[in-house]
């Protein structure tokens, strides 16, 4: 298996996201890079592919349209 050593990686967030993240480092009491980080590597390690993270959101939806059916009842 190969090995990989910790990188710095620069990218550009939109103000949407770094919005998000500046009020999800707040509330966390972690610095903005930090709470990047955690955030970054806590999706990788759930979703390693793109297509699962499509797959967790269609069966999240699935459950919250079935939720709502049942409650309309």
Do not use: C, W
Request: no cysteine; aromatic share 8%; glycine share 2%.
């Amino acid at each position: 298996m190969e090995q990989y050593s910790e990188v710095y990686i620069s990218f550009r967030l939109s103000s949407e996201a770094n919005k998000a993240l500046s009020e999800a480092a707040v509330r966390s009491g972690r610095k903005k890079k930090q709470e990047a980080k955690l955030r970054l590597e806590s999706h990788l390690r759930n979703f390693p592919l793109i297509s699962d993270l499509n797959n967790y959101i269609s069966q999240v939806e699935y459950e919250l349209s079935s939720e709502r059916t049942s409650l309309e009842k």
